[in-house]
């Protein structure tokens, strides 16, 4: 796999430098593994390659694995790589997860302020942003046809026996969170679960060959 960090921020490429999708445990390459194939089907066969994550709320797992999906797809140099979410149900980008972010390298700009802000998400100088905010899996700004569909809590995949449109389901699901917000370990899982992701992904597109 061609590596073609040089697009990436240095902090992002710097951050993925340090990874270690060596250490994964089997029982989660095994649940890896089938987003691995249908990757490598779509690059073997010079497919555009449409991911949709999705969650309940669409404001903290699904996010982080759609942003560091992208970045990985860039860093491996993978083409046609087009990352969404959604969720079974609209709400807001949790703002810590834009904290961890930044904190990661990621330049981020609010472009609309609301209940449900839109954010400007940038990984690379010369690559577009990506747009962040809560909608459901079905909105108008996400495919609607040929793209897998990864269920990143257990809550959605358990709503979502079919989603409608995706040619595959895959459920890869990370604990929430959510479930430390208020307290003083915040910030330290917020930015645990997003390693957790970043790493989980790194080992994915590290494993497709162009």
């Not at 993925?16 to 073997?44: C, D, G, M």
């Not at 980008?93 to 302020?113: A, C, R």
């Not at 370990?185 to 679960?193: D, F, G, I, V």
Request: hydrophobic content about 40%.
């Amino acid at each position: 796999m061609t590596i073609n960090s040089a697009v990436l921020f240095p902090e992002i490429e710097n951050l993925i430098k340090t990874l270690n999708p060596q250490y994964i445990p089997e029982e989660r390459k095994v649940i890896l593994n089938p987003l691995i194939a249908v990757l490598q089907e779509k690059v073997s066969n010079g497919q555009e390659i449409k991911i949709n994550f999705i969650c309940t709320h669409n404001s903290r797992r699904s996010h982080l694995s759609q942003i560091w999906a992208q970045t990985m797809a860039s860093y491996f140099n993978i083409k046609g790589v087009f990352s969404y979410s959604g969720g079974t149900e609209a709400t807001a980008l949790f703002p810590m997860v834009i904290e961890t972010l930044k904190n990661s390298g990621f330049q981020i700009h609010v472009l609309s302020e609301s209940k449900n802000p839109i954010y400007s998400i940038k990984y690379a100088k010369n690559e577009h942003p990506i747009i962040g905010f809560s909608k459901k899996l079905d909105d108008d700004f996400n495919p609607k046809t040929n793209f897998v569909a990864i269920m990143t809590c257990d809550s959605a995949n358990e709503a979502c026996p079919m989603v409608l449109g995706a040619e595959k389901r895959i459920p890869i699901t990370f604990e929430d969170p959510k479930v430390f917000d208020n307290t003083p370990q915040q910030a330290q899982k917020y930015a645990e679960r997003s390693l957790q992701i970043a790493t989980e992904l790194c080992y994915v597109f590290s494993q497709i060959k162009s």
